[in-house]
């Protein structure tokens, strides 16, 4: 018998793997870098257009998408993660620490965080979710979308990686 | 008193927001080659890298995704939309019938499918997943990656969006 869908089934399973599956991604990039003679760091800060962000940044923010999502949701601390990776090594590192800080939580703490009020407030507007608009309007969209663009960057840049890589499995 | 958090809920509301906001990023595609004198069908036919997708076929399985699963989980008929899209405008009608078809599916319908097993066959592979698993590990990041990388298009060819219109509302 299946459990019925849960906020941390809705969520951890799918992003961790996602996370798991880009830092593979990343891993080809390195490959491709050394095999290609490319300058890594030239690497991340690649962008698809000037106004966006570089392929560092996107990596970081899908991992800050998901440590923030898990902590407001359990009402945890949000750890503090530096932004100073240099190369792709350090962003498999933070994805793993991003991955351990998600496997320290428990379903206990976050099941039950639907109607949990949440405000976030960004540089431009405050945004007032219920836990439930939080998690599925904000926080999935958002990783998918930061490893999406970090896949994109990577991809435009040469590395043989396919959708299966990105799915992961 | 919120719901638990249900298979539609983790679903549909998430999916509808990013395909609604799909339409209007791509309205502003659209108004953008009109004010630049750019063929709109060559947009559509612009590619990150010359063996991924191309706009138009971001856009079309951004929308087959969020159907397929949605049919699949509700045990309907999948209904099948013909690939021949040419503008901005005919991408913008099929994601209002990917909508029309989300909203005909009532929550009753999908709620409860989180054991039900699905299997997709696929051109290299098969693949069988528990209801949740199709969900969470399937349906939703493909959805995502198309729609994103749909954006990313756009923002690469100079359209003038941001985040937010991505994210939507």
Redesign the interface.
Known sequence: ???????Y??FV??VS??LQALSQVLAKGAAHCEARKIDPSAFLQSR??PD?FPLVKQVQIACDMAKGGVARLAGFDNPKFDDNETTFAELQVRIERTLAFIRSVSPEQID?S??KVITLTLPSRTLEF????Y????V???V??HA??A??LL??G?VEVG?RD????
Chains 1, 2 share one sequence.
């Open positions: 018998m299946t459990q019925p869908l849960s906020m089934q809705a399973p799918g793997n996602t698809l257009f966006m039950g639907e109607g219920t836990g439930q608009q998690l599925t309007t904000f999935i969209p958002n998918y979308f999406t663009t896949y994109n991809r435009q040469g959708k990105f799915l992961g499995g």
